[in-house]
């Protein structure tokens, strides 16, 4: 079965928790597969740390996805009201067999009522205020939290081990086995955390 993974672009995004998964999917994908850009409108979109996207497809527009990913940034938390986006979130993800985010993309599935009564993770920094809503058990220390078909990374580069790990779950543990290989995704960080 091909597969089509949306990832969501909106201002002020976190860059790596983009272009991470959108490696490791567009390494993955098979014949028929396809990996879209998607943001409320088709055109350019500035990250965070001002590196801008084009997402291809505005949400009039886009095709259905059977992935949806969900950055996190800064932008997150303007778009945590925002009727506009949430709606769409909510829509799109009735009809998808798996949803995803990254760091704080979980305030928007969270503000979109996607991770009620659900295990989940986010960003460290974000943990405490995403366990003031009650229905949610927010783990910490962990890179992703599967429950259901709904996959939370925690920051950033975290990202990339979720989506590799739903690869495994998409096609087989052996193609995530071998994108890990060609995308020399081995983290060996010179620093330890102390």
């Known amino acids: 079965m091909p597969f089509t993974t949306g990832m ?3 201002n002020d995004f976190e860059e790596l928790d983009f272009v991470g998964p959108w490696e490791v999917f567009t390494t993955a994908k098979k014949e028929g597969d396809q990996v ?3 943001a409320a409108e ?3 979109v500035r990250g965070f740390n001002g590196l801008s996207m084009i997402a291809e497809h505005g949400f009039a527009n886009a095709p259905k996805v059977d992935v949806l990913v969900i950055p996190g940034g800064w ?3 303007a778009l945590a009201d925002d009727a506009t986006h949430l709606e769409w ?3 799109v993800a009735a009809g ?3 949803v995803t985010s990254v760091c704080t993309g979980a305030i928007l599935l969270n503000s979109a009522g996607l991770l009620s009564g659900r295990k989940a993770t986010t960003h460290w920094a974000y943990v405490d205020t995403l366990r003031e809503t009650p229905d949610v058990t927010v783990l910490d220390d962990v890179r992703y939290v599967q429950d259901g078909n709904v996959v939370t990374a925690a920051g950033v580069s975290a990202g990339i081990d979720m989506s590799l790990w739903l690869v495994g779950q998409m096609y087989d543990e052996q193609h995530a086995r071998d994108v890990q ?4 995704y081995d983290p060996a960080p010179p620093y330890a955390l102390v």
Do not use: A, H, M, N
Not at 181 to 184: A, F, L, N, Q
């Open 75 to 77: 932008g997150t938390r």
């Open 96 to 98: 998808c067999t798996w």
């Open 181 to 184: 290989r060609v995308i020399e």
């Open 8 to 10: 969501l672009l909106f």
């Open 42 to 44: 088709p055109g350019p």
């Open 36 to 38: 879209v850009s998607i």
């Open 89 to 91: 979130i909510k829509t």
